[in-house]
């Protein structure tokens, strides 16, 4: 499977709204293949805050939101918080696990 | 609640091998519908998958990866293990394991498998 592509930074004040992009070729981002995102603060393992392109575990913000489109996939971020920041990574699972190169969020 | 717990060794020199062990709480490596996962993350913060083990199935692995790493269930330590040999710098890594769930099942065919759980990782580090 091809790896997956995401912008390397985003950035927004608090209270703004962003979305982090995921495309993916080969078709590792489609209606096959589920996405889940991860948000990773630093020397914390990932946590998982969208899987099955759209849902939420339990106890994740409703502000975090999941979408796709064709073969790129969307994490929206709203109402944003300091804590918020932190780098984001996409991931969808095929007969193989592949990541996205991580976004780093900053938050004006 | 779920936990994972990552341990082993934290220097290796070049070109041993390294051994990797993830002790599992709070669920069985034996239950049924889910994979048991490996994943690295390198200095540049890049996570790579290594691979998958199912109690009673085969272990597959990333493909670059096939030849070095191994990966097994200690059913009776309720432990996940990864061995990685000939290591080099590149492996320099923090090791993850990580439970992997499917989102729906049906008819005991299971699909959409996402990782719902990790450890907190285990840094390595490989250095003659």
Known sequence: QSALTQPASVSG????SITISCSGGGGVVGSYFLVSWFQ?????????????DTERPSGVSPRFSGSKSGD????????LQAADEADYFCCTSG???????GTSLTVL | QVQLQESGPGLVKPPRGLSLTCTV?????????KFWSWIRQTPGKSLEWIGNVQNGGSPYYKPSLEGRVSMSLDTAKNQISVTLTS????DTAVYYCARY???FCS???CSGFYLDTWGQGHLVTVSS
Not at chain 2, 87 to 90: H, M
């Open chain 2, 107 to 109: 008819a005991h065919v």
């Open chain 1, 13 to 16: 004040s608090p209270g703004q």
């Open chain 1, 72 to 79: 790129t996939a969307y994490l929206t971020i709203s109402g």
């Open chain 2, 101 to 103: 769930v499917p989102t």
């Open chain 1, 95 to 101: 007969t193989n696990i592949v990541f996205g190169g």
């Open chain 2, 25 to 33: 709480y709070g669920d069985s490596v034996t239950s049924g519908n």
């Open chain 2, 87 to 90: 290591l080099t710098a590149a």
């Open chain 1, 40 to 52: 990773q603060h630093p020397a914390k393992p990932p946590k998982l805050i969208i899987f099955g």
